[in-house]
């Protein structure tokens, strides 16, 4: 049960556009999510969260847009750049429980 | 210095043989954590340690065990090693508290290959 989903496995970009990574879930319970973004060899990198309380957050080029009713996040990376081609998690968790559950990854590559 | 560590961070090991994979931190952090992540599935979460004398299940825990050394270390042991356990292991730390909106900090990784 993938409570968690991102359906989109790869995204291709021209630099300089807009990037929108999507995600949904299942577990209504879940009130607070992060989005991290990993290269290769390392580990995931914590990018940007929101609360459920919050239904955007911004922070420089990246903007996480929340809908509860619909269960659905995203994230907007505007512009994008090269250095932002990188696979993103998207996770979330009960801020009342211990665990992140994530999601497959999406593998973003931004095109010069 | 990285904050967060893991050794080896490649291995090739046989069917059957025991083996183990260290984390460690240097964030001060009290939470860790051992995710593996497969191809498709992102990462899952095998056990996690919110201080040194608490251990939890994950949601794939069968198969592997782990020790919490001290509060800077977190050891994954796979008892008798089996093909499917092939991935790529992480280790994460978070500091508990901010009503539960905790990050999580990761390590590189340990890419792990059973034959």
């Known amino acids: 049960d993938q409570q968690v989903k991102q359906n989109s496995p790869s995204l291709s970009v021209q630099e300089g556009r807009i990037s929108i990574l999507n995600c949904d879930y299942t577990?209504?319970?879940?009130?607070?999510f992060l989005w991290y973004k990993k290269y290769p060899a390392e580990g995931p990198t914590f990018l940007i969260s929101?609360?459920?309380?919050?239904d955007k957050n911004e922070d420089g080029r990246f903007t996480v847009f929340l809908n509860k009713s619909a269960k659905h996040l995203s994230l907007h990376i505007v512009p994008s750049q090269p250095g932002d081609s990188a696979v993103y998690f998207c996770?979330?968790?009960?801020?009342?429980?211990?665990?992140?559950?994530f999601g497959e990854g999406t593998q973003l590559t931004v095109n010069p | 210095d990285a904050d967060v560590t893991q050794t080896p961070r490649n291995r090739i090991t046989k069917t059957g043989k025991r083996i183990m994979l260290e984390c460690s931190q240097t964030k001060g952090h009290d939470r860790m954590y051992w995710y593996r992540q497969d191809p498709g599935l992102g990462l899952r979460l095998i056990y996690y340690?919110?201080?040194?004398?608490?251990?939890n299940k994950g949601e794939i825990s069968d198969g592997y065990s782990v020790s919490r050394q001290a509060q800077a270390k977190f050891s994954l042991s796979l008892e008798s090693a089996i093909p499917n356990q092939t991935a790529l292991y992480f280790c994460?730390?978070?500091?508990?508290?901010?009503?539960?909106?905790?990050?999580?900090?990761f390590g590189p990784g340990t890419r792990l290959l059973v034959l």
């Open positions: 994460a730390t978070s500091v508990g508290g901010d009503l539960g909106r905790e990050t999580q900090y």
């Open positions: 929101i609360s459920s309380i919050k």
């Open positions: 996770a979330a968790k009960e801020t009342s429980g211990s665990r992140l559950t």
């Open positions: 340690s919110f201080d040194v004398k608490d251990i």
């Open positions: 577990n209504s319970m879940f009130d607070y």
